[in-house]
């Protein structure tokens, strides 16, 4: 089992920037590949952007050139640097981890955008 802890949301106005961290569990997170989803109310949660074991990193169009996913394997830990931020970025910002055949979830924070 693996528990995933996300923090780092809130409020910032458009052009801000935020950095989400997500605290993993599990003495093998090194082998996670880890992503950040997010849902806006009344829509279908998306990848944001994600990166594998290997630091491999791949991105929603949307967020291209704003945001940066990296890991800390060391502090068992995955960020994303959120900048010049809009308020269509304005959602629940969820973790999760992917080992071997199964995926664990975080229990998201809200980032909000106001403009």
């Known amino acids: 089992q693996v528990q995933l802890v996300e923090s780092g949301g809130g409020l910032v106005q458009a052009g801000g920037s935020l950095r989400l961290s997500c605290a993993a569990s599990?003495?093998?997170?090194?082998?996670?590949?880890m992503g950040w989803f997010r849902q806006a109310p009344g829509k279908e949660r998306e990848l944001v952007a994600a990166?594998?074991?290997?630091?491999?990193?791949n991105y929603a169009d949307s967020v291209k050139g704003r945001f940066t996913i990296s890991r800390d394997n060391a502090k068992n830990t995955v960020y994303l640097q959120m900048n010049s931020l809009k308020p269509e970025d304005t959602a629940v910002y969820y973790c999760?981890?992917?080992?071997?055949?199964?995926?664990?979830w975080g229990q998201g924070t809200q980032v909000t955008v106001s403009s």
């Open positions: 990166i594998t074991s290997g630091g491999s990193t």
């Open positions: 999760r981890a992917r080992y071997s055949a199964y995926y664990y």
């Open positions: 599990g003495r093998t997170f090194s082998s996670y590949g």
